[in-house]
Nanobody, 116 residues
């Protein structure tokens, strides 16, 4: 069974940085396009950034220039470097394939809280 474990979240002040990690197992990680998603309280889950198997990247306008997605296929791990964090970045962050749907398997996510 697929397993995705997100980590690295926490409480940070506005303008701060965090680096999220996503460890994948029981999945053909290297050939899959992957993505980071987030869900803020009372809002739908949204795609934040995606990365293809060949490491082409794409970002939501709200995070462009501040977040960087990357992957290490040998370690089956994906990362999200988040800089210049804003209060509106507060959410639970999840990793999954780029085509993941609400009814698919999702990990527990990692909470990111940006507050002074």
């Amino acid at each position: 069974q697929v397993q995705l474990v997100e980590s690295g979240g926490g409480l940070v002040q506005p303008g701060g940085s965090l680096r999220l990690s996503c460890a994948a197992s029981r999945i053909s990680f290297s050939i899959l396009n992957m993505a980071w998603y987030r869900q803020a309280p009372g809002k739908q889950r949204e795609l934040v950034a995606s990365i293809t198997s060949g490491s082409w990247t794409n970002y939501a306008d709200s995070v462009k220039g501040r977040f960087t997605i990357s992957r290490d296929n040998a370690k089956k791990t994906m990362y999200l470097q988040m800089n210049s964090l804003k209060p509106e970045d507060t959410a639970v962050y999840y990793c999954n394939t780029e085509k993941a749907r609400p009814g698919d398997y999702w990990g527990q996510g990692t909470q990111v809280t940006v507050s002074s």
